[in-house]
């Protein structure tokens, strides 16, 4: 199983442009998150799901828009890119509440 | 609001000493745990967890955790550091049953293990 995959690994983008963060798990999980990670801050949550259909808010989900039409995927959208949103990105996934299984991240900078 | 508070951004230990990481966190309802590693450029990997059940859990790689209730506490320690430990260590929280899947987490603590 190749487990959560994230694509791009890296990618630089201008202020304004758009872009979608790739996520996909091939475990059959229901529930995907994608988190930020921050120097000092630990990980925050943006957007989760709970099933295909179904999507809300985390705790820093301004400038970032979420889908879920199948269960494996669960892209993660940039509006309109901004310097507060260079950053590194991870998705996970769960099937059982009991720990999520972590992508290995895209390193975004906005510049 | 949950909280998690990880004591010390960065702990130094030689090898072969114990390690202790701290955690605390705060919650309105009976949580579920978590100690996550990351590895340089590298995703989170769950070392160990406490949902219910028996308060001592033990992880991967010889590392375990105590949840104290009285204590808001769920430390990570391990009896004998190795440098392959070095690495950076997250605790993180769920809200039990009607929000598991949403984890608030520590801001991190960098283990640095001296030969």
């Known amino acids: 199983n190749a487990g959560v995959t994230q694509t791009p690994k890296f990618q630089v983008l201008k202020t304004g442009q758009s872009m979608t963060l790739q996520c996909a798990q091939d475990?059959?999980?229901?529930?995907m998150s994608w988190y930020r990670q921050d120097p000092g801050m630990g990980l925050r949550l943006i957007h989760y799901?709970?099933?295909?259909?179904?999507?809300d808010q985390g705790e820093v989900p301004n400038g970032y828009n979420v889908s879920r039409s199948t269960t494996e995927d669960f892209p993660l959208r940039l509006l309109s890119a901004a310097p507060s949103q260079t950053s590194v990105y991870f998705c996970?996934?769960?099937?059982?509440?009991?720990?999520?299984?972590f992508g290995s991240g895209t390193r975004l900078t906005v510049v | 609001a949950q909280s998690v508070t990880q004591l010390g951004s960065h702990v130094s230990v030689s090898e072969g000493a114990l390690v202790l990481l701290r955690c605390n966190y705060s919650?309105?309802?009976?949580?579920?745990l978590f100690w996550y590693v990351q590895y340089p450029n590298q995703g989170l990997q769950l070392l160990l967890k406490?949902?219910?059940?028996?308060?001592l859990v033990k992880g991967i790689n010889g590392f375990e955790a105590e949840f104290k209730k009285s204590e808001t506490s769920f430390h990570l320690t391990k009896p004998s550091a190795h440098m392959s430990d070095a690495a950076e260590y997250f605790c993180?929280?769920?809200?039990?049953?009607?929000?598991?899947?949403?984890?608030?987490f520590g801001s991190g603590t960098r283990l640095l293990v001296r030969p």
């Open positions: 996970a996934s769960s099937t059982d509440n009991y720990g999520y299984t």
């Open positions: 475990m059959n999980h229901e529930y």
């Open positions: 799901s709970v099933g295909a259909g179904i999507t």
């Open positions: 919650s309105s309802v009976p949580p579920y």
């Open positions: 406490y949902t219910t059940g028996a308060t």
């Open positions: 993180a929280v769920s809200d039990g049953v009607d929000s598991s899947y949403k984890l608030i």
